[in-house]
């Protein structure tokens, strides 16, 4: 589950980047055993067009405005590509779990639903997080802020394959840098109406 769990949020950062990653240890090496109904990850032409379609988010995602138009069309595929990743890994054998078991194997919605979700709560937040960076900083950050998200989406996969219950730290600093995020908005607001209330005074 915590392998799901990881994929699917990694896929919330970048649609593509788990679905590569296992796709390319499964073809190429033998950390991952994807189960029969997903073994299409390791086709050389899904390979392929996975390689493309990163490429193209991977530009798309660090220019300013475009950045925004990007998640907006991301909305659709992250959750999509999260559902699908934990779909996969969640049923996959793995050098750290040797049996998945029947995990959700009764109802086969489930873990995809499961993954959309896990996917869909973060695409939400750095869809909402990137506006505030580029604002903040004039645009200047979001090619920063984009690549720190793909090197973290990376790692995720990684981690969620190799050393599942390492998912559990990041999980727990995006709860960290949610509340965070929310207060730190919430002070922005408050700071904006006293603007306004001096301005009237005024």
Do not use: C
Not at 13 to 33: E, F, K, S, W
Not at 72 to 92: D, N
């Amino acid at each position: 589950m915590l392998t799901g769990t990881g994929l699917a949020a990694s896929a919330g950062l970048n649609a593509y980047i788990p679905l590569l990653t296992m796709g390319l240890l499964a073809r190429h090496t033998d950390l991952i055993d994807l189960p029969s109904g997903w073994q299409w990850l390791g086709n050389g032409w899904v390979i392929g067009i996975l390689a493309v379609l990163l490429v193209i988010e991977v530009v798309a995602d660090k220019v300013p405005v475009v950045d925004h138009v990007n998640d907006v069309v991301q909305t659709v595929v992250r959750p999509t590509a999260g559902g699908l990743a934990f779909g996969a890994g969640s049923a996959s054998e793995t050098v750290t779990v040797s049996d998945p078991g029947n995990f959700f194997s009764s109802n086969d919605w489930v873990p995809v639903a499961t993954g959309v979700l896990i996917a869909l709560g973060v695409h939400l937040l750095k869809s909402a997080a990137r506006p505030v960076i580029n604002a903040t900083t004039a645009g200047a950050g979001a090619p920063v802020a984009s690549t720190a998200e793909d090197a973290t989406s990376v790692l995720m996969s990684v981690v969620a394959i190799l050393l599942p219950v390492l998912v559990l730290a990041f999980l727990l600093g995006l709860v960290l840098f949610l509340f965070w995020f929310l207060r730190r908005r919430s002070d922005r607001r408050r700071e904006r109406q006293a603007a306004r209330a001096a301005g009237f005074r005024v």
